[in-house]
Structure formats: C-alpha cells, structure tokens
C-alpha cells in the first residue's frame, strides 16, 4: 500500500521471473499434473496386464492424438519433475546454491524438460 491507503497495480505481466522461480512454478505444476494422472495410470496398467485382450483395448485406448497429447504432457511432467528435483535435493545439500550455479542449474533443467517434451512428442505424435 502506499501512503494514500490506495493498493498498488501491479502488472504481472511485466515481471519477469528469475530461472529459479520458473523451476520452481514448473515443478509444483508437474507434481500436481503427476498426482492427476495416478488414477489414470493405474486404471492403464490394471488394463496391460488384464491380458492380450485389455492390452489391446488399451492400445485402442491411447490410439486418439488427444490421448496420446496427454501422454506427451505426462512425460514432460514426468521428465521435469525428476530433474528438478534432483536439483532440489542437490541444493539442500549445499551443492549450486550460489545465485550463480543456482541460475544455471534452473536453466539446465528447464531446458532439459522442454527437450523432453519434444523427444516424447516425436515419439507419440509423430
């Protein structure tokens, strides 16, 4: 607030994010898409080994290109998700986190992560 009472506008578009917090935001995003998807993955996995017959209902299953978008979205999930937390695990045992090695890092996984997404897309969609 300023002295006035009145609230300050703040435009968040113009902020611009360090590396970390975009790790981080990433990170509670897989997380959450990864807990989501458990019922899923678990309904795919009773049916793969129900037999050949539910093996082959669930290839049916993830034959439609939305189906296989989610699968491409859960392996970037997935992918970030591991690498980030490698990090953080690292991090809190004081390795690379000087704001320097810390930046660097961030934008190590993020990357690896985007690299992820498209070795999964080529994989399923293509």
Not at 2 to 8: C, F, M, W
Not at 66 to 92: E, N, Q
Request: glycine share 10%.
């Amino acid at each position: 607030m300023r002295r006035g009472g009145r609230p300050v506008f703040l435009d968040l578009r113009a902020i611009r994010m360090p590396p970390g917090a975009v790790a981080s935001i990433l990170h509670r995003l897989s997380g959450v898409l990864l807990f989501l998807a458990i019922p899923l993955l678990l309904w795919a996995l009773e049916r793969s080994l129900a037999g050949p017959e539910g093996f082959e209902a669930l290839r049916a299953a993830l034959a439609p290109w939305p189906v296989r978008l989610l699968a491409v979205v859960l392996l970037w999930a997935l992918t970030h998700h591991l690498l980030a937390g490698v990090r953080f695990l690292l991090m809190d045992l004081g390795l690379g986190h000087a704001l320097g090695p810390a930046r660097a890092s961030a934008r190590v996984v993020t990357a690896a992560g985007l690299l992820g997404l498209v070795v999964a897309a080529w994989g399923l969609l293509a």
